[in-house]
T-cell receptor, first 116, second 111 residues
């Protein structure tokens, strides 16, 4: 039982390149999330998927797209990377979004992205 | 934008000392969570609080849900070197709402 896994662990891109960050969870969770973490800023929500087939914008969605491929997988795409997108990206999942303990989010190990 | 203020931003303490950190907000949250992040890893949930005034322990860690629902506190007793990391608070206003995270408290422990 791996929990939440993310690939790749590290990535360096040039400005304008595109890439997709992959996330998978094996906890049969319904809800999944993408965050970015910048120094001193805590975690900021980019997009989330409350359940398979739905996605919604979070606090900082500009420059990103997401796909909830199936119940297990939730990918984050940068179509044209910019230096401002240099960050650590975390995927998380929770059982549901209905409140209480079932909303508890479990995080993956992160992807460290540098855009030159 | 970020609505949770964590303090202190960093702490450098001697092994064996107790640690206190807090998280405050200008608005009410109905769930408070405390996470720990070690270098190169994602945040790991330590304690979840669901009721105002609630006091919950997890080993040497104790967290409290402030009575006003605008703050929460985390205490670590008798710190050890493996307590090193960044501690984040997170609040949820209502069921179905997203988490709001604080900026983190970086804890360093000197053996």
């Amino acid at each position: 039982n791996a929990g939440v896994t993310q690939t790749p662990k590290f990535q360096v891109l040039k400005t304008g390149q595109s890439m997709t960050l992959q996330c998978a969870q094996d906890m049969n969770h319904n809800s999944m999330y993408w965050y970015r973490q910048d120094p001193g800023m805590g975690l900021r929500l980019i997009y989330y998927s409350a359940s398979e087939g739905t996605t919604d914008k979070g606090e900082v969605p500009n420059g990103y797209n997401v796909s909830r491929l199936n119940k297990r997988e939730f990918s984050l795409r940068l179509e044209s990377a910019a230096p401002s997108q240099t960050s650590v990206y975390f995927c998380a999942s929770s059982e549901t979004l209905t409140g209480g303990f079932s909303d508890t989010q479990y995080f993956g190990p992160g992807t460290r992205l540098t855009v030159l | 934008g970020q609505q949770l203020n964590q303090s202190p931003q960093s702490m450098f303490i001697q092994e064996g000392e107790d640690v206190s950190m807090n998280c405050t907000s200008s608005s009410i949250f109905n769930t408070w969570l405390w996470y720990k992040q070690e270098p190169g890893e994602g945040p790991v949930l330590l304690i979840a609080l669901y009721k105002a005034g609630e006091l919950t322990s997890n080993g040497r860690l104790t967290a409290q849900f402030g009575i006003t629902r605008k703050d929460s506190f985390l205490n670590i007793s008798a710190s050890i070197p493996s307590d090193v990391g960044i501690y984040f608070c997170a609040g949820q206003k209502n069921a179905g709402n997203m988490l709001t995270f604080g900026g983190g408290t970086r804890l360093m422990v000197k053996p």
